[in-house]
């Protein structure tokens, strides 16, 4: 079997009056890159990267740097092709959105690797250890009127944390770092007491804080039973990390903006975080996720990947995440504390939504791991065309 063809998809869908903030910037679209991979035996692969700023950076990698190293080839030696794009782009590459584009076409192979094979990713990964992921909503992010009076903001804030108690969910992210500390530990305050004391609460900082601040947020989200605090400091900053998981009680996260093996190395390797987050379509793709994984298991680090983008990146996690075996392992695993967890974005996004044929929805709390050879998803083609940019 040989690759034939590449084709890079820019997509981005304006939100309306549905912008939200998290501490670093307002999202007012969605953007992402898709990237299909044809064959010459007839089946598609598709891949996706570049979801976390604009896709089309990404876009010209595929393009210009890996597509013409990749035609020609064959899908199936996916780990050979990964090692022959890393070591092309080595010089200029390693981090951003040069291993981007190679998680998106690593994706692909991946994807057509299970169709030839007749198998779900997941098999392909080790073989599944569950059919549906425990899911945590990730939402309670900021809006307009939070920074004009966020004390008027709390009601609506509060019910929508109830909201994601209601639809099932048991375990609940929000964020913080757009506010000064006491406003946001109010808003934590108002999310708390509208899940109750037993819902475990996680918090995302997006690298809001230097290592001071970052500690004086931790003893407060500390008060309030929060179970985790991601991304506290920069993530250039390990020496932060590391004084403040010694300092803090809460397990201390972060990953999303690492790549590769050799940044989950020097992540995991010098104890930074409790908890790794690798995100599949930024990090390397499945035949890197696999390495930081086992990276990660012999820290006796759990792995949460960071889940954003399309529907395509939350059936790549959903893959991953039915592979992953408990950590450490009991005879009756519970979710967050030794079983894995799918994050599932709550905000408005098409891109997740309305481009596959399949929509993933929570049923008692856990999402559904797509069962169909590769990744098991179709995509709408008149909702890519409605939603890419030329
Ligand atoms: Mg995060």
């Given amino acids: 079997m040989k690759i034939e063809r590449i084709t890079s998809f820019v997509l981005r869908v304006g939100l309306n009056d549905n912008t939200f903030y998290s501490s670093q910037c307002a999202f007012p679209q969605r953007n992402s890159l898709l990237v299909r991979v044809e064959t010459d035996s007839g089946l598609v692969g598709w891949g996706e990267g570049g979801q976390y700023g604009p896709p089309e950076p990404v876009a010209a990698v595929v393009d210009s740097v890996l597509t013409p190293i990749l035609l020609g080839r064959d899908p199936m030696h996916v780990g050979r092709l990964w090692e022959e794009l890393y070591a092309a782009t080595r010089d200029f590459g390693r981090a951003g959105a040069y291993i981007e584009a190679i998680s998106a076409v690593d994706i692909a ?44 903001r709390l009601p609506a804030l509060a019910e929508e944390a109830g909201k994601y108690m209601a639809q099932g969910f048991g375990i609940l992210k929000m964020k913080v770092g757009l506010l000064p500390v006491a406003q946001d530990l109010e808003r934590v305050a108002a999310v708390r ?41 920069p993530p250039e900053d390990h020496a932060g990390y590391r004084r403040l998981r010694a300092a803090l009680e809460l397990a201390v996260t972060g990953g999303e903006c690492e790549y590769t093996r050799y940044g989950f190395r020097d992540l995991i390797g010098t104890s930074c975080v409790d908890v790794a987050q690798p995100d599949i379509c930024v990090a390397g793709g499945f035949s890197e996720w696999l390495k930081i994984q086992a990276l990660a298991s012999a820290f006796a680090v759990p792995t949460v990947p960071h889940v954003w983008g399309s529907g395509v990146a939350l059936a790549a996690a959903l893959h991953a995440l039915a592979a992953l075996p408990p950590l450490p392992h009991t005879a009756k695993p519970v979710p967050l504390q030794n079983e894995p967890i799918i994050e599932f974005d709550r905000n408005h996004n098409p891109l997740r939504d309305d481009l596959l044929e399949q929509t993933f929805t929570l049923e008692d709390g856990r999402v559904r791991v797509p069962q169909g050879a590769g990744l098991g998803i179709t995509l709408d083609e008149t909702v890519l065309e409605k939603f890419a940019v030329h």
């Fill in 109 to 152: 192979c991946w994807d057509i690797r299970g169709q030839a094979l007749g198998v779900p990713v997941h098999a392909l990964l080790g073989g599944a250890f569950r059919d549906t992921v425990a899911a945590y909503a990730t939402g309670c992010y900021y809006r307009e009127s939070d920074m004009t009076d966020h004390k008027a």
């Fill in 193 to 233: 007491s509208a899940i109750g004391d037993d819902t475990p609460l996680l918090v995302d900082c997006n690298h809001a804080y230097d290592c001071h601040t970052a500690l004086r947020m931790g003893r407060g989200l500390e008060h309030y039973g929060a179970l985790w605090m991601e991304e506290p400091v």
